[in-house]
């Protein structure tokens, strides 16, 4: 069966430093990745995906960065946190079939508080 | 005007009440809809998936999609406190590379 993994689950960083969650998936092959922002009341924003290594599209223009090194493995990060990065990170995937959505398996979330 | 639109509640019911739960969107080309379920502190689940128009059952919830008035529902039967959370729906549009508009949630709180 399909698993995903996010880590870690709890994040508190300075303003300024730098920021590296990672996100991996098992069970499946050649998956779409994505990451999503979560912040209270506004509901999930799509930061960036990733239909296939090293093909990284960004939704959101803003202080991020993320990259797919490898087939099931997702990295969300920052070279200096602002304040408005706070928020409940959440990487997703989903099965890359053309024209057809069934949904995504999200992971267990990060919630960064940048101070 | 947000893409999808939810009301966020919160919404409280008692032990066994039927609950319902709506979205309006504008995007004429979402084909696909879900229905996720998020507790707190915890990544969203998928619930229901249900493609294009009409009506789909799973123990005690049932989808709705009606893609004329642009709304879709989320029932629930027999609601218990454990079904205390927020409900989020989702839609896509076909070949957008799977990607998922969500509403803002609903938080919905089952009493003994």
């Known amino acids: 069966s399909q698993t995903i993994h996010q880590w870690p689950a709890t994040l508190v960083q300075p303003v300024g430093s730098p920021l590296s969650l990672e996100c991996t998936v098992e069970?499946?092959?050649?998956?779409?990745l994505y990451w999503y922002r979560q912040a209270a009341g506004r509901g999930l924003q799509l930061l960036f995906y990733s239909v296939g290594i090293g093909q990284i599209s960004s939704e959101v223009p803003q202080n991020l960065s993320a990259s797919r090194p490898q087939d099931r493995q997702f990295i969300l990060s920052s070279k200096k946190l602002l304040l408005s990065d706070s928020g409940f990170y959440l990487c997703a995937w989903g099965q890359g079939v053309v024209g057809a959505n069934y949904g995504y398996t999200f992971g267990s979330g990060t919630r960064l508080t940048v101070v | 005007q947000k893409e999808v639109e939810q009301d966020p509640g919160p919404l409280s019911v008692p032990e066994g009440a039927i609950v319902s739960l709506n979205c309006t969107y504008s995007?004429?080309?979402?084909?696909?809809f879900m229905w996720y379920r998020q507790y707190s502190r915890k990544g969203p689940e998928l619930l229901m998936y249900?493609?294009?128009?009409g009506n789909k059952e799973d123990g005690r919830f049932t989808a709705q999609v009606d893609k004329s008035s642009k709304y879709i529902s989320l029932f629930i039967r027999d609601s218990q406190p454990s079904d205390s959370a927020t409900y989020l729906c989702?839609?896509?549009?076909?070949?957008?590379?799977?990607?998922?508009?969500f509403g803002t949630g609903t938080r919905l709180q089952v009493t003994l």
């Open positions: 069970g499946t092959s050649n998956p779409n």
């Open positions: 249900t493609y294009s128009s």
């Open positions: 995007n004429s080309a979402f084909q696909y």
């Open positions: 989702a839609m896509s549009a076909i070949g957008t590379a799977s990607k998922l508009t």
